[in-house]
């Protein structure tokens, strides 16, 4: 039996070093392997969102003119604080995400990298010197650009704050954050700490509460001068709009539908043990998660048997217990993956494996769905050309190298994409040619803090982590000077 009660954590909003109470009431946070409420946090709206650019702004002058070395020393000082917390932050992110404890753990461990790789590149934000006339110096200086407006997704509660509020710190900006309503707590968790570093009043900001006022005030204020958004194309196209009118610089990490094609040269074992890996981290929630499988037509018929193989020893439970998977996030996440499956299979798809709804105890209460393999996809189901987010494998053959690169492009996503291959013809020609912002050869771990993270095409621009992920947070000023 899984642990019930949750640690302790805050449930208010966090505004210019301020605890506060919200203006709109409270909001239940679920825990998807129960179905039950966790705890009640506060909410506020569009009096809260303006309170906190505000105090952002108040506190961007002060923060933006320390020495790098210095807010390098806080981001590193938040960042031992985390490690040393991460037990209690990694069961609250598993109580109301559901994912298993060990990728929990691993979430929180990338903040404490993300927060020090960024710690040190804040003090190489190098401008330029300009070849110039005699007489004239020539510079570029790179500037924070401002308070940022930062909208984040639940599926990596934790990591997807410090992405955006790491390498933003770094460079001389402030923060007001917007998390996902589904996991609030994880994000709060995090102030609690930035607070205890001893962070100035203003320089992170979360504001909880609904996200239509809050992500208006930050995509349309023009005292926010940079909005970063995590989390659906749909409200990225809006939220992208809505940004239009101030001019503001704008990032978007938005959906994925990642092409995961194993070529007949592969390492079969290495092939097939990724994907698993892939696939069932955070159960499929993710935005590079492996979603169309194209397996070359002469192994087929032996990868399938082996990935059905490998899936006896998936197992799904409470997050809390450290099954390879979890629940999906909520009812809607459930029924997206149930309305999927439906479709595929009443236009000719085959269930290998899986296939339904957890509707046993324990998993009765909670958002649990089989870890699944379907066959004999075609373009015409719902599932080949829509982001899955859920446990699904989807098999598609192919026969050449030309026929599963126009395949693996024919979507409007462009983020991840996956390929398996001992050949150094294909390895350069796939590699170049898919439309992806990112691809993994031979290897799905394609995050890393030193590494650009984006899409392309209808998966947003933009990059985070590594040094151009600190660009995204910088105004470029030219300087010339006659002596
Ligand atoms: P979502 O529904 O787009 O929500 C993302 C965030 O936007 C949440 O904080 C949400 O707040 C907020 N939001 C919703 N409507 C809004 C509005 N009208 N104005 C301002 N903010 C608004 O996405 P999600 O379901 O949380 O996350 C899953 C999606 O994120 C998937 O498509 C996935 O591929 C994508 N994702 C992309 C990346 C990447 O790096 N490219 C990484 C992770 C996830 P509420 O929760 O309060 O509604």
Not at 65 to 87: C, F, G, H
Not at 95 to 104: D, R
Request: proline content about 5%.
């Amino acid at each position: 039996m899984a642990r019930t009660d949750l640690p302790n954590v805050e449930t208010r909003l966090y505004i210019d070093g301020q605890w506060l109470n919200g203006s709109e009431g409270t909001k239940s946070v679920i825990n998807p392997a129960t179905g039950k409420s966790l705890i009640d946090v506060q909410q506020g709206g569009k009096e809260e969102a303006l309170k906190a650019v505000k105090a952002a702004n108040k506190a961007f002058p002060d923060w933006a003119k320390k020495a790098p070395l210095e807010r390098a020393s806080l981001m590193n000082k938040v960042a031992s604080l985390i490690d040393e917390d991460k037990e209690r932050l990694a069961t609250i992110m598993t109580m109301e995400q559901g994912k298993p404890l060990k990728q929990a753990l691993a979430e929180i461990q990338t903040n404490v990298e993300n927060l020090r790789w960024n710690a040190s590149e804040g003090q190489r934000i190098y401008g330029d010197i300009i070849p110039a006339p005699v007489g004239s110096q020539w510079l570029v200086e790179k500037q924070p650009i401002g308070v940022v407006g930062a909208i984040t997704p639940w599926n990596f509660p934790s990591n997807m704050i410090v992405r955006k509020i790491a390498p933003a710190i770094a460079a001389g900006c402030t923060v007001v954050l917007k998390p996902s309503s589904e996991t609030p707590l994880s994000a709060l968790a995090l102030m609690e700490l930035f607070d205890k570093a001893g962070f100035p009043a203003g320089v992170v900001n979360v504001v909880l509460g609904k996200s239509k006022p809050i992500g208006e005030v930050l995509s349309t204020s023009d005292d926010v001068q940079k909005l970063t958004f995590t989390g659906s194309t749909e409200i990225g196209k809006l939220l992208n709009e809505q940004a239009a009118a101030t001019l503001k610089k704008v990032s978007m990490e938005l959906g994925g539908h990642a092409p995961f094609i194993i070529f007949p040269d592969a390492d079969l074992d290495l092939a097939v043990k990724s994907l698993i890996a892939a696939k069932f981290r955070n159960n499929g929630q993710v935005c590079t998660s492996p979603n169309r499988i194209f397996i070359h037509e002469t192994i087929k018929k032996e990868v399938t048997k082996m990935i059905v193989e490998q899936m006896k020893e998936v197992t799904v439970d409470n997050g809390l217990n450290d099954p390879t998977t979890g629940p999906l996030i909520n009812q809607d996440g459930l029924e997206k993956v149930v309305k999927q499956l439906k479709d595929a299979t009443e236009k000719g798809a085959t269930v290998l494996f899986g296939g339904n709804k957890m509707t046993e105890q324990p998993y009765a209460d909670g958002f649990f769905f089989e870890p699944t393999v379907i066959d004999d996809i075609t373009t015409n189901m719902d599932i080949y050309y829509e982001e899955t987010f859920g446990p699904v494998i989807p098999l598609i053959s192919f026969t050449e190298e030309e026929e599963v690169i126009e395949a693996a492009n024919d979507t409007p996503f462009g983020l991840a994409s996956y390929f398996f291959s001992n050949n150094i013809h294909t390895i350069s020609n796939v590699s170049k040619r898919l439309a992806y912002g990112m691809v993994g050869v031979n290897d799905v771990e394609i995050s890393h803090s030193a590494t650009p993270f984006g899409g392309v095409k209808h998966s947003g621009f933009g990059r985070e982590n590594g040094a151009y992920g600190v660009e995204e947070y910088v105004a470029v000023k030219f300087v010339t000077i006659k002596s």
